[in-house]
């Protein structure tokens, strides 16, 4: 407003509507979603929240059944299939089973979610990868296995699932939710 009381238009390209070139600056750009004009598909957010302790639910007793035997599992399936490991097959056990029981822990709460499907999902590629070498590719995709379906096939889904889970992270209905926003520095600002 000028001393008269009446607005005065500035020029376009004025000093004023610039900011300083010698300072560093800030965007935050927040990442477009459902949430952002305040709609929720909930049942959407409830299968993701379904699939997740179902999951983890699920893939506890993998652990369990590590920690309750870790002998056996160390001689018969570290020792045999993962010789090139270093050190002692059961400490491998006790990594496998421990992570097996904290991660879904995590995932099925919602608290380091995505590092929690990253520990999941590390132990479903050395599944897979035992599976593999003990019975081979069975004939995937078409043929008609004895037992029903195929020895890597439930690792491979536990797999898939803990990829998506780090990729997306647990969804809206978890303990630390974060928000969809994204801070970029232009080259050179910091």
Known sequence: MSESGNYKSQEPGSSRDLPSINQPQKVE?????PSAEGEVNILGELAIFVLRVAFSLFMIHHGLEKLQDPEGFAEFVVGKYFGFLPGDPIIWTFAAGITQVLCPLGLAIGVF??????GLLSTMVFAIYFHLIDTGFEGFPLAVVNDHNYAFELSSIYAAISLYFLCSGPGRLSAFRKKNK?????????
């Open 182 to 190: 994204v801070t970029y520095y232009p080259k050179g600002a910091k």
């Open 29 to 33: 750009v927040v990442v477009a979603s």
């Open 113 to 118: 979610a995505r590092l929690s499907a990253l």
